[in-house]
């Protein structure tokens, strides 16, 4: 990742990121951790993407695109302005046992 970009969130299998492309495109980038993913060879993680690729439902952002090389595996999404899914689940949870 080379052009502008913003830290989102660190998760279990790697980092997400906001990141301005060249164009203007924004988009959500997630790194994922090599070392949590280096057990999986090419074929597998390929694999692994089209079954995401192939998910469908209104709440989920669908994946745009995937990148692999030797060292680096990144996930692009359309970038989401609503905040994470987290925040939302973890706000309104905090919300519903304030009201208790």
């Not at 989102?8 to 959500?28: E, F, H, M, P």
């Not at 989401?80 to 925040?87: E, I, K, P, V, Y």
């Not at 309104?92 to 208790?100: A, D, K, P, R």
Request: hydrophobic share 40%; proline share 2%; with cysteine.
């Amino acid at each position: 990742m080379t052009g502008s970009n913003e830290m989102l969130r660190r998760g279990s299998i790697g980092t997400t990121y906001k990141a301005v492309l060249d164009n203007n495109l924004i988009v959500c980038v997630k790194r994922l951790d090599v070392n949590k993913t280096a057990n999986a060879s090419q074929e597998v993680f390929e694999r692994l993407i089209q079954v995401v690729g192939d998910l469908w439902h209104p709440n989920l952002v669908p994946l745009k695109a995937y990148f692999q090389a030797k060292e680096e595996k990144l996930l692009i999404y359309e970038y989401q302005s609503n905040g994470s899914l987290f925040s939302l689940i973890h706000g309104m949870f905090v919300l519903t046992h304030s009201l208790l």
